[in-house]
């Protein structure tokens, strides 16, 4: 690159580089602003959400802004380079080199570094000095910041997940700063701080597979972490990086896979899964057998009878895949929660809320009813108990009188037939009947007409038509409405263990005006 390109006494706007490259028109970007001074939030930001702007280039224009910031490139340049880019669809980096600005006279950038830095766990002077022993010595960034204190070993994992998030496309650069930021000012989890900014990734693995092999004893916390950051730098899979480096061999990591399985599935917990690689790594036997030589597969009978019982009684399981299950995993043949388990008929967060259930059912806490309810919007929402009881605006037994025994499914009132009794009280299916009725003899009048009038009056004709149609939408809309009523009646009613009342009859046609119905 020319020393010709200095650093510029003004650095251009990122919207004018936008408009500049044509990336956008000032149109949107002026709305944009807008958004952005009421909702206090980054204009880049608002840009994506408005879907005026793809995430790769605004990217591109942040990269071309530092370049320009830094006197790396002139502002003609960078404008180039980000119509080059947006048009072929490919990087900055790359539309500089085929431009002759190779990628490597740009200013070194380390993505958990710049996070770090960004959420202010360290100072720039120390980013420099990790950066320069990455580069001379080999010693791995996140590493040598935990040799000098600046971060933690548990601070490391969580930064290193975040990052993730990001390569995933599941977190924002923003949405990560101040998580980070959120974590290092009131010291929580990685959970709780995107729950207190209120930004959804959806669920987080909380079984790594380097936990497992940590814990079994086959590589420590430290070799963990530092293969999950070279595995981010060099974009290289977890397991490859154990196995190539000599650390692990195959055998041991295709065992940690499928523990790591087993316990995702909740077949095994952490520990047991972790005291089963250990055995299998000593003696070489298989998971299965070490397993029930543990007994980790033992089944309590009659807490296995309670679950399929409420499951059972919840719709979300019957007998028949209850035996599926059992016949394709002869192993839990002892445990059929296990088989349900293990054939993916049920997942580890029902299990667990069956299991909470079930103990607030023995404690006279909730009763059976509110136990079905429950654990059906649990399934549903994917929610724990408490999310759901908050949601139902569900209250414990307290003064209500405790039901012990459990009811048979049948006879439980069903939702759809209480919604079913109550839209027919609520709703005159006759004057619907009506409304259907002129809106379809109006409209085969309307297109009788149109076909033998001149084209000059059938647009009259057509907006006739549409107005006599808007009637009979507005009768089903009526419906539709009256049935969205009697559904929330009918989860209340569920809810309280209400019957539904008698569906009253319509009266025949020779009723009089007096008749009820």
Same mark, same amino acid.
């Given at each position: 690159?020319?020393?010709?390109?200095?650093?510029?006494?003004?650095?251009p706007?990122?919207?004018?580089?936008?408009?500049?490259?044509g990336?956008?028109?000032?149109?949107?970007?002026?709305?944009?602003?807008?958004?952005?001074?009421?909702?206090?939030?980054?204009?880049?930001?608002?840009?994506?959400?408005?879907?005026?702007?793809?995430?790769r280039?605004?990217?591109s224009?942040?990269?071309?802004?530092?370049l320009?910031?830094?006197?790396?490139?002139?502002?003609?340049?960078?404008?180039?380079?980000?119509?080059?880019?947006s048009?072929?669809?490919?990087?900055?980096?790359?539309?500089?080199?085929?431009?002759?600005?190779?990628?490597?006279?740009?200013?070194?950038?380390?993505?958990?570094g710049e996070?770090?830095?960004?959420?202010?766990?360290?100072t720039?002077?120390?980013?420099?000095?990790?950066?320069?022993?990455?580069?001379?010595?080999?010693?791995?960034?996140?590493?040598?910041?935990?040799?000098?204190?600046?971060?933690?070993?548990?601070?490391?994992?969580?930064?290193?997940?975040?990052?993730?998030?990001?390569?995933e496309?599941?977190?924002?650069?923003?949405?990560?700063?101040?998580?980070?930021?959120?974590?290092?000012?009131?010291?929580?989890?990685?959970?709780e701080a995107?729950?207190?900014?209120?930004i959804?990734?959806?669920?987080?693995?909380?079984?790594?597979?380097?936990?497992?092999?940590?814990?079994?004893?086959?590589?420590?916390?430290?070799?963990?972490?530092?293969a999950?950051?070279?595995?981010l730098?060099?974009?290289?899979l977890?397991?490859?990086?154990?196995?190539?480096s000599?650390m692990?061999?195959?055998?041991?990591?295709e065992?940690?896979?499928?523990?790591?399985?087993?316990?995702?599935?909740?077949?095994?917990? !952490?520990?047991q899964?972790?005291?089963?690689?250990?055995?299998?790594?000593?003696?070489?036997t298989?998971i299965?057998?070490v397993?029930?030589?543990?007994?980790?597969?033992?089944?309590d009978?009659?807490?296995?009878?309670?679950?399929?019982?409420?499951?059972?009684?919840?719709?979300?399981?019957?007998?028949h895949?209850v035996?599926?299950?059992?016949?394709?995993?002869?192993?839990?043949k002892?445990?059929?929660?296990?088989?349900?388990?293990?054939?993916?008929?049920?997942?580890?967060?029902?299990?667990?809320?069956?299991?909470?259930?079930?103990?607030?059912?023995?404690g006279?806490?909730?009763?059976?009813?509110?136990?079905?309810?429950?654990?059906q919007?649990?399934?549903?929402?994917?929610?724990?108990?408490?999310e759901?009881?908050?949601?139902?605006?569900?209250?414990?037994?307290?003064?209500q009188?405790?039901?012990?025994?459990?009811?048979?499914?049948?006879?439980l009132p069903?939702?759809?037939?209480?919604?079913?009794?109550?839209?027919?009280?609520?709703?005159?299916?006759?004057?619907?009947k009506?409304?259907?009725?002129?809106?379809?003899?109006?409209?085969?009048?309307?297109?009788?007409?149109?076909?033998?009038?001149?084209?000059?009056?059938?647009?009259?004709l057509l907006?006739?038509l549409v107005?006599f149609?808007s009637?009979?939408?507005?009768?089903?809309?009526?419906?539709?409405?009256?049935g969205?009523?009697?559904?929330?009646?009918?989860?209340?009613m569920?809810?309280?263990?209400?019957?539904?009342?008698?569906?009253?009859?319509?009266?025949? !046609?020779?009723?009089?005006?007096?008749?009820q119905?």
């Amino acid at each position: 690159m020319s020393s010709s390109h200095k650093k510029p006494k003004r650095v251009p706007r990122i919207g004018s580089l936008l408009v500049e490259s044509g990336l956008i028109s000032a149109e949107p970007l002026e709305e944009a602003a807008r958004v952005a001074r009421e909702s206090n939030q980054p204009i880049g930001r608002v840009l994506l959400m408005l879907e005026y702007l793809s995430d790769r280039d605004l990217k591109s224009a942040l990269l071309s802004q530092s370049l320009i910031a830094h006197g790396l490139v002139s502002q003609d340049t960078a404008i180039e380079a980000l119509k080059t880019a947006s048009l072929r669809r490919i990087s900055l980096d790359d539309a500089l080199n085929e431009m002759g600005v190779t990628p490597a006279m740009a200013p070194e950038r380390h993505a958990l570094g710049e996070l770090l830095l960004a959420a202010g766990f360290l100072t720039r002077q120390l980013y420099d000095e990790a950066l320069r022993a990455r580069q001379e010595s080999g010693v791995l960034f996140g590493r040598f910041l935990v040799l000098h204190g600046a971060i933690t070993n548990a601070m490391l994992g969580l930064a290193l997940e975040v990052l993730v998030l990001i390569r995933e496309g599941r977190l924002t650069r923003q949405e990560a700063v101040a998580a980070l930021t959120e974590m290092r000012s009131k010291r929580v989890g990685l959970s709780e701080a995107l729950a207190t900014l209120g930004i959804f990734v959806g669920p987080l693995k909380r079984t790594k597979l380097g936990d497992i092999l940590a814990s079994g004893g086959l590589i420590t916390d430290s070799e963990s972490l530092d293969a999950v950051e070279l595995g981010l730098e060099e974009k290289r899979l977890f397991g490859q990086i154990l196995t190539q480096s000599g650390m692990i061999d195959k055998t041991s990591l295709e065992a940690a896979l499928s523990l790591q399985e087993m316990v995702l599935k909740g077949l095994l917990d !952490k520990a047991q899964a972790s005291e089963v690689l250990r055995q299998v790594s000593k003696d070489g036997t298989s998971i299965m057998q070490v397993a029930q030589e543990l007994k980790f597969f033992d089944a309590d009978p009659e807490q296995a009878a309670a679950i399929i019982n409420l499951l059972t009684n919840a719709g979300l399981i019957d007998d028949h895949s209850v035996q599926k299950a059992l016949a394709r995993n002869q192993e839990f043949k002892g445990d059929p929660v296990k088989a349900l388990l293990a054939d993916g008929i049920i997942d580890r967060e029902l299990y667990g809320s069956t299991l909470e259930l079930l103990q607030r059912l023995e404690g006279q806490e909730l009763k059976i009813e509110q136990c079905i309810i429950l654990l059906q919007w649990c399934q549903r929402s994917r929610c724990s108990i408490d999310e759901a009881m908050q949601e139902l605006n569900m209250k414990g037994v307290g003064e209500q009188p405790v039901q012990t025994e459990m009811p048979p499914a049948q006879s439980l009132p069903s939702r759809q037939a209480i919604v079913f009794d109550r839209l027919c009280q609520g709703l005159d299916l006759r004057e619907v009947k009506q409304l259907v009725k002129i809106g379809l003899l109006f409209a085969a009048c309307g297109w009788a007409v149109i076909a033998i009038v001149p084209k000059d009056y059938q647009i009259y004709l057509l907006w006739t038509l549409v107005v006599f149609l808007s009637l009979t939408l507005m009768g089903l809309g009526r419906a539709w409405g009256t049935g969205r009523q009697a559904e929330q009646e009918a989860l209340q009613m569920r809810i309280q263990g209400v019957r539904a009342p008698a569906r009253k009859k319509l009266p025949s !046609k020779g009723a009089g005006k007096d008749s009820q119905l």
